[in-house]
């Protein structure tokens, strides 16, 4: 049986402070509620990715970035 996980804003808050501490082991409440070891720190960072993503995504929007440009001064 596989289970599809839907990840919450809560899970995403949940994921960022353990990284944020760096903490291996991550318990969500879910539904369902798991508790995941991950292997590695650049692991989490991976999946925090993923997870923002997706998020913004069921949301209908994207994370946003913004460019500067400045024009140099020759006079």
Known sequence: MTVTVGWTQTDLE????ACAS???????????????T????????KLLAAVVAELAGT???R??????AIKGFNE
């Open 14 to 17: 949940t994921l960022r402070a």
């Open 22 to 36: 760096g903490v291996l082991t991550v318990s969500y409440s879910g539904p369902p509620a798991r508790t995941i």
């Open 38 to 45: 991950y292997q590695s720190l650049a692991e989490m960072r």
């Open 59 to 61: 949301a209908g929007t």
């Open 63 to 68: 994370p946003s970035y913004r460019r500067a």
